[in-house]
């Protein structure tokens, strides 16, 4: 643990006391050091005199907080350094020796040019955790290529399994790459952390988009390649049919998963549709003519009105839910009723932060304060490491 925990002041959940030195942008890795912070965690974002460019691509308040930027970034202390620079790359040097974590989203060309490779950073901390960020594997021939969350969709099988389902292929409409790849530096970084816990032996840790994607695409859609001799193509067949969508209704849509055993007898029992018959009364015998079901489903949801179905899908225990635009998630009578939104008071105004999703008995997380501008901790970090703030 820092020697510095203390310093940050108000910082609480399971991370407080680690000290995070961030050197990531966009999504991937602040994703994973946003979550780091909310858990308590000081987390230090170096950032160059241009700034994060997820400062400028979405509209915020004021220039530089655009709403990914603050979202993503939010309890975080900015420190703005030029790393081309020799008196600034000495800060950040000593900073490095307070550290528990240092985390890039750098090429590993680039951040060894820099001199702050993994040996380099050992040197300064030897028992520090250092998280590298990579599009691809350094150990393979893809290595030091860029990446952003488009490229990998396309690469990892995301864009083929919708043209499998809609005709075409497509992305899907979130930056599923980047969160993913995110979650995944989070949890190996606290691994590793969790290891020097044991041993007091730090240690660096790689963390991919392309195969973080992967894994995850493949855990459903490698289903019959696995083996060998395949028994079937490398795609799950009810997550590609075209007739998986929500069903409409009388008057409007509703999503429902009428599917094992339990629940396909209730449905048939409560509905009694004229189309039952033995080949459809197993999940096995279903799974083999997925696109039928759908299909005598999709027929028959528009029977009735959303709400009749809503109603009598949950008397019956079946999943159900209505369709929900993303911007009805800020009045969600269950989001509301946990405390799932934080509002706090930041710089731009009144913030309302989507809050953390985990809970703890004894160390919750929360929202630790806003998203910096850039180099607002400056001198605060500075006087913190015993630096002379005029000089910087």
Known sequence: MSNSAAKKGAGSGPLAGIRVVDLTSVVFGPYATQIMADMGADVIKIEPPAGDNTRHITVGPEAGMGGIYVNVNRGKRSLMLDLRQEADKAVLRKLIATADVFIHSMRGSAIAKLGFSYEAVRAIRPDIVYTN??????????????????????????????????????????????????????????MALFHRERTGEGQE?????????????????????????????????RAVEKNRRPYKTKDGYVA?????????????????????????????????????????????????????????????????????????????????????????????????????????????????????????????????????????
């Open 133 to 190: 960020c990579y599009g691809y594997s350094r150990r393979g021939p893809e290595a030091d290529q860029p990446a952003y969350d488009d490229t990998i969709q396309a690469e990892c099988g995301i864009t083929h399994v919708q043209g499998l389902m809609n005709g075409e292929p497509g992305f899907v409409a979130t930056i599923m790459a980047d969160k993913v790849a995110g979650l995944h530096a989070l949890h190996a970084t606290m």
């Open 205 to 237: 840790v790689e963390v991919t988009m392309f195969e973080a994607m992967s894994s995850f695409m493949l855990v459903e859609h490698a289903n019959g390649a696995m083996f060998d001799p395949p028994t079937t193509p490398a795609h799950y067949h």
């Open 256 to 392: 429902a998963l009428v599917y094992n055993d339990k629940h396909w007898n209730a449905f048939m029992a409560a509905v009694k549709p004229a189309w039952e018959t033995d080949e459809f009364s197993t999940l096995e015998k279903r799974a083999k003519q997925i696109g039928r079901v759908y299909g005598l489903l999709g027929e028959t949801f528009l029977t009735r009105t959303t709400q009749e179905w809503l109603d009598l899908l949950r008397e019956l225990h079946i999943p159900c839910a209505i369709l929900r635009t993303t911007d009805e998630l800020f009045d969600n009578e269950h989001l509301n009723a946990i405390g799932f939104f934080e509002t706090i008071d930041t710089p731009q105004g009144p913030t309302r932060f989507p809050g953390v999703p985990t809970w703890f008995s004894a160390t919750p997380g929360q929202v630790q304060g806003p998203a910096p501008r850039l180099g607002e901790h400056n001198a605060a970090l500075l006087t913190e490491l015993g630096l002379d703030t005029e000089s910087q």
